[in-house]
């Protein structure tokens, strides 16, 4: 389907590939260009990593993606002290950020799945302003009844969207995109997580000139501790995984 090299490398019992923000939105370009659907991005963090290792549901959909990027700091850290060419995270946000640049350009559709109505309320009205070639034909809050699914399913299929951005956390991103990628008309399946948060000003980003010194995930610990002190068994089991030999 493509003539670029995807720099996959096989690691902590997922993969990565080794791709910048610039290279993943090219690569999915082509592709779409060239008519493929059901496009599968994960991001991957520290804390996928740990809970990828017992999770065999989740680390058979990181492996099932077509590319995966290297989600946080610490596993940029270690690829690179084990001698891969990376030159540091390729956080989520940046990748979504560039895939919605190329969707301006083209004026294609995209459809946000997640996070709460506020956000997306808010999220409507920067893109408008920053993207106004954008097709937005749908958004959606996360806070749905099970039963309900299905139907938002069938609208997100009739607008066939190029690109699904999908603001669950981990694995029911995973577990969504698992169960329609191959059964409804979506270029692109990318869970975000909270990067519709950032996107929509609710949660603030530093610099960018600071984002590749660990700074954004000081941040966060900072914004949410009761959080990461939940998280923070996952991130211990990262750091033993990491250390291993290959």
């Given at each position: 389907?493509s003539?670029?090299d995807?720099k996959?490398i096989k690691i902590?019992?997922i993969?990565y590939?080794?791709l910048t923000e610039?290279?993943?939105?090219?690569?999915v370009?082509d592709?779409?260009s060239?008519?493929?659907?059901g496009?599968?991005?994960?991001g991957?963090?520290?804390?996928i990593?740990?809970l990828?290792q017992?999770d065999?549901?989740?680390?058979?959909?990181?492996?099932?993606?077509?590319?995966?990027?290297v989600?946080?700091?610490?596993?940029a850290?270690?690829?690179?002290?084990?001698g891969?060419s990376i030159?540091?995270?390729v956080a989520?946000?940046?990748?979504?950020?560039?895939?919605?640049?190329k969707a301006n350009?083209?004026g294609q559709?995209?459809?946000?799945?997640?996070?709460?109505?506020?956000?997306?309320?808010?999220?409507?009205t920067?893109?408008?302003d920053?993207?106004?070639n954008?097709q937005?034909?749908?958004?959606?809050?996360?806070?749905?009844?099970?039963?309900?699914?299905e139907q938002?399913v069938?609208?997100?299929n009739e607008?066939?969207?190029?690109?699904?951005?999908?603001?669950?956390p981990?694995?029911r991103?995973e577990q969504?995109?698992?169960?329609?990628k191959?059964?409804i008309?979506?270029?692109v399946?990318?869970?975000?997580?909270?990067a519709?948060d950032?996107?929509?000003?609710?949660l603030?980003r530093?610099?960018?000139w600071l984002?590749?010194?660990?700074i954004?995930?000081?941040?966060?610990?900072i914004?949410k501790p009761g959080v990461?002190?939940?998280r923070?068994?996952l991130?211990?089991k990262?750091?033993?995984?990491?250390r291993r030999?290959?």
């Open positions: 389907m003539t670029f995807l996959e902590w019992n993969k590939n080794l610039a290279e993943i939105a090219d690569i370009v592709w779409i060239k008519g493929k659907r496009i599968h991005i994960t991957v963090n520290a804390d990593v740990g990828a017992d065999v549901f989740l680390r058979e959909a990181i492996l099932d993606s077509d590319i995966v990027n989600d946080s700091m610490l596993p850290h270690y690829l690179q002290k084990r891969y030159k540091g995270r989520t946000p940046d990748v979504m950020e560039e895939l919605l640049k350009e083209r559709k995209v459809y946000f799945l997640g996070a709460k109505q506020d956000t997306l309320d808010k999220l409507k920067v893109l408008e920053e993207y106004p954008l937005i034909v749908g958004m959606q809050n996360g806070y749905y009844d099970v039963e309900e699914e938002i069938s609208r997100i607008s066939a969207p190029d690109y699904l951005f999908i603001a669950f981990s694995p991103k969504f995109i698992l169960k329609y191959h059964s008309d979506v270029g399946f990318y869970g975000i997580g909270g519709l950032a996107k929509a000003g609710v603030k530093p610099p960018k984002r590749g010194f660990g954004e995930g000081v941040l966060r610990v914004r990461h002190i939940k923070m068994p991130t211990l990262f750091f033993d995984v990491a030999p290959e």
